[in-house]
């Protein structure tokens, strides 16, 4: 079975700090990618990082990266620099190289001023 | 590029009305996404297309639910008769995911429906 799992129902972050929102997955392929997707309370679904198995090298878009650790089926996104626009729920998405993508159920991010 | 674009951006309706959602992918996209979100099941996703023929269907809930994707550029998902359980947001998403394994999944900004 393909599931996604994000432990971490809600987190919190002082502005300007750095938080780490955790992600684990199950799979037995070899070959998939991973993304994490970003949802204000507009509720519109943004792509924040996406991240390719076969990559050693963790992505990084600005202020986000990531922690791949394939291995342990681990994905967690380390957001540096909180802003109050970071506040949203982040989803955790993987992708195996068929058509479907399976999605955590979200942590809410509370960025205080 | 427009994106995604789906209609209504919200939809109110009685029970046991007809709601006929509609969704636009991005062009050239060869796969289509219909999902469903609530706060006590979260993301779901309920049917998707493979140039405009549906290859998995099995999270449509029930025979109320039907969708359709008679071309390229256009998608309805309709639910007859509605029931208040049925309120959420629906989202359509699309993606290519030819050679382009690593193309993302491409949001609409969903369709709030209500049932009252």
Redesign the interface.
Known sequence: AQTVTQSQPEMSVQEAETVTLSCTYDTSESDY?L?W?KQPP????I?VI?Q?AYKQQNATENRFSVNFQKAAKSFSLKISDSQLGDAAMY?C?YRP?G???Y?G??TSLTVIP | DAGVIQSPRHEVTEMGQEVTLRCKPISGHDYLFWYRQTMMRGLELLIYFNNNVPIDDSGMPEDRFSAKMPNASFSTLKIQPSEPRDSAVYFCASSLLGLQYNSPLHFGNGTRLTVT
Do not use: D
């Open positions: 990618y993304f997707y507009s509720r519109q679904m792509l996406r390719e989803f998405a190289l058509n479907q993508f999605f159920t979200g």
